[in-house]
Structure formats: C-alpha cells, structure tokens
C-alpha cells in the first residue's frame, strides 16, 4: 500500500508539471501533497511494526516479570517472630 501510495504522489507531480490546464494542475498537487503525505505516514507505519515488540504477553512472560518485580525479602533479625 505504501508504495502504491507513493506511486499516485509521482502521479500527481507528474500531471502537475506536465499539464497546462490550471485545473488538473490543482488535482495534480492535490495528488502529489495528499499521496507524499499519506506515503510518509505508511513507511513510518511500517518501520515502527518491523521494529516493536508483540503487544500482548503470554502467560509465562506474566509470571517472570511479576517475579522479577518483586523486591527480595529482607532477612529478619534473630529473635524477631
């Protein structure tokens, strides 16, 4: 999709510079804005996915990381109850 979306920006640009017509000149940049924007937005979209971890933790991970949360109990003194 990103690069679909990427393709319609040069679309776009390229109707911009090519035509004489104010109109398509204005559906061109609208094109070429609208898509650039959209493009970044998919490619940043991608790279976050690629890099970030599973949203949900099983059950285990759970556990270890409750477990690892908990402080150590402190030694008591002798003669304490």
Excluded: H, N
Excluded at 1 to 9: K, Q, S
Excluded at 25 to 48: D, E, H, K
Aim: hydrophobic share 55%; no cysteine.
């Amino acid at each position: 999709m990103r690069w679909i979306l990427a393709a319609i920006a040069l679309l776009g640009l390229l109707i911009a510079l090519t035509t004489r017509s104010p109109g398509w000149m204005g559906v061109g940049i609208l094109l070429a804005l609208g898509g650039a924007i959209a493009a970044v937005f998919a490619f940043a979209q991608a790279r976050i996915d690629a890099t970030s971890r599973p949203e949900y933790l099983s059950d285990a991970e759970i556990a270890a990381l409750k477990a690892a949360l908990k402080p150590p109990a402190a030694p008591q003194p002798p003669g304490t109850p």
